[in-house]
Protein backbone atom coordinates (compact mmCIF):
# COMPACT_ATOMS: atom_id res chain seq x y z
CA UNK A 1 0.00 0.00 0.00
CA UNK A 2 1.23 3.46 -0.91
CA UNK A 3 0.40 6.55 0.73
CA UNK A 4 0.34 10.16 -1.55
CA UNK A 5 0.63 13.27 0.56
CA UNK A 6 0.06 16.18 -0.85
CA UNK A 7 -0.11 20.11 0.93
CA UNK A 8 -2.11 23.09 -0.13
CA UNK A 9 -2.88 26.44 1.23
CA UNK A 10 -6.28 28.73 0.87
CA UNK A 11 -7.12 32.36 1.87
CA UNK A 12 -9.49 31.97 4.65
CA UNK A 13 -12.60 33.19 2.61
CA UNK A 14 -11.74 30.10 -0.06
CA UNK A 15 -11.61 27.30 2.33
CA UNK A 16 -14.80 26.09 2.58
CA UNK A 17 -15.61 26.17 -1.36
CA UNK A 18 -12.17 24.39 -1.23
CA UNK A 19 -13.28 21.55 1.02
CA UNK A 20 -16.43 21.50 -0.67
CA UNK A 21 -15.18 20.97 -3.92
CA UNK A 22 -12.69 17.76 -2.62
CA UNK A 23 -15.99 16.43 -0.97
CA UNK A 24 -17.94 16.54 -3.63
CA UNK A 25 -16.37 15.99 -6.93
CA UNK A 26 -12.55 15.65 -6.69
CA UNK A 27 -12.10 13.04 -4.12
CA UNK A 28 -14.83 10.66 -4.96
CA UNK A 29 -13.67 10.39 -8.38
CA UNK A 30 -10.59 8.94 -7.42
CA UNK A 31 -12.63 5.90 -6.35
CA UNK A 32 -13.56 5.03 -10.18
CA UNK A 33 -9.24 4.69 -10.29
CA UNK A 34 -8.86 1.00 -10.06
CA UNK A 35 -6.30 0.48 -6.61
CA UNK A 36 -7.25 3.55 -5.43
CA UNK A 37 -8.26 2.97 -2.10
CA UNK A 38 -9.56 6.33 -0.87
CA UNK A 39 -7.52 8.72 1.79
CA UNK A 40 -7.91 11.40 4.57
CA UNK A 41 -8.53 15.30 3.88
CA UNK A 42 -6.88 16.97 7.36
CA UNK A 43 -7.85 21.16 7.28
CA UNK A 44 -6.06 23.26 9.87
CA UNK A 45 -7.23 26.46 10.41
CA UNK A 46 -5.09 29.59 10.33
CA UNK A 47 -5.89 33.24 11.12
CA UNK A 48 -5.26 34.23 7.55
CA UNK A 49 -4.81 31.29 5.52
CA UNK A 50 -6.10 27.31 5.93
CA UNK A 51 -3.96 24.57 5.11
CA UNK A 52 -5.19 21.37 4.01
CA UNK A 53 -3.84 17.97 3.99
CA UNK A 54 -4.53 15.16 1.02
CA UNK A 55 -3.40 11.99 2.05
CA UNK A 56 -4.72 9.29 -0.59
CA UNK A 57 -3.93 5.76 -0.37
CA UNK A 58 -2.99 3.46 -3.34
CA UNK A 59 -2.90 -0.37 -4.06
CA UNK A 60 0.80 0.56 -5.48
CA UNK A 61 2.81 2.71 -7.59
CA UNK A 62 0.99 1.68 -10.58
CA UNK A 63 -1.93 2.47 -9.41
CA UNK A 64 -0.55 5.96 -8.66
CA UNK A 65 0.98 6.53 -11.73
CA UNK A 66 -2.78 5.93 -13.02
CA UNK A 67 -3.83 8.90 -11.04
CA UNK A 68 -0.58 11.50 -11.45
CA UNK A 69 0.54 10.36 -14.76
CA UNK A 70 4.38 8.18 -15.02
CA UNK A 71 6.03 11.30 -13.28
CA UNK A 72 4.07 10.93 -10.04
CA UNK A 73 5.96 12.98 -7.74
CA UNK A 74 4.18 16.06 -9.06
CA UNK A 75 1.16 17.36 -7.56
CA UNK A 76 -2.09 17.33 -10.02
CA UNK A 77 -5.05 19.82 -9.20
CA UNK A 78 -8.32 19.77 -11.26
CA UNK A 79 -8.81 23.48 -12.60
CA UNK A 80 -11.47 24.84 -10.21
CA UNK A 81 -9.25 23.76 -7.27
CA UNK A 82 -6.15 25.66 -8.32
CA UNK A 83 -8.26 28.61 -8.32
CA UNK A 84 -9.01 28.59 -5.13
CA UNK A 85 -5.61 27.65 -3.42
CA UNK A 86 -3.40 30.56 -2.69
CA UNK A 87 -0.40 28.52 -2.28
CA UNK A 88 0.68 25.05 -3.31
CA UNK A 89 3.57 22.51 -2.70
CA UNK A 90 4.41 21.11 -6.28
CA UNK A 91 5.32 17.69 -5.59
CA UNK A 92 3.54 14.96 -3.71
CA UNK A 93 5.33 12.34 -1.44
CA UNK A 94 4.91 9.00 -1.13
CA UNK A 95 5.73 6.41 1.22
CA UNK A 96 5.32 2.50 1.75
CA UNK A 97 2.57 1.83 4.55
CA UNK A 98 3.94 -0.17 7.31
CA UNK A 99 1.09 -0.70 9.63
CA UNK A 100 -2.20 0.88 10.42
CA UNK A 101 -3.88 1.30 14.06
CA UNK A 102 -6.87 3.19 13.09
CA UNK A 103 -9.92 1.69 14.46
CA UNK A 104 -12.63 3.31 12.33
CA UNK A 105 -11.12 2.89 9.09
CA UNK A 106 -13.76 0.66 7.69
CA UNK A 107 -16.59 3.33 8.31
CA UNK A 108 -18.56 4.94 5.38
CA UNK A 109 -17.39 8.34 6.48
CA UNK A 110 -14.75 9.83 9.23
CA UNK A 111 -16.73 11.57 12.17
CA UNK A 112 -17.41 15.54 10.56
CA UNK A 113 -18.22 18.18 13.12
CA UNK A 114 -21.57 20.24 12.82
CA UNK A 115 -20.14 23.16 11.36
CA UNK A 116 -17.88 21.41 8.43
CA UNK A 117 -19.29 21.26 4.86
CA UNK A 118 -20.79 18.46 2.88
CA UNK A 119 -19.13 15.41 1.57
CA UNK A 120 -16.11 15.35 -1.02
CA UNK A 121 -13.20 14.71 -3.57
CA UNK A 122 -9.52 14.59 -5.85
CA UNK A 123 -8.77 13.93 -9.43
CA UNK A 124 -6.78 16.54 -10.22
CA UNK A 125 -5.05 17.81 -13.29
CA UNK A 126 -1.32 18.87 -13.42
CA UNK A 127 -0.32 22.42 -13.17
CA UNK A 128 -0.73 24.24 -16.41
CA UNK A 129 -2.63 21.11 -18.11
CA UNK A 130 -6.00 22.59 -17.89
CA UNK A 131 -7.96 19.39 -18.36
CA UNK A 132 -8.60 16.16 -15.75
Given at each position: ?????????????????????????IL?????????????????????????????????????????????????????????????????????????????????????????????????????????
Amino acid sequence: MIARHWRGWTETHNADAYETLLRNRILPALKRIPGCHGGYLLRSNGPEEVEFVVMNFFESIEAVKQFAGPDYGVAVFEPDARQLLSRIEPTASHYEVRMETVTWASRQEVPTPPCRMPEAALMHTREGDGEC
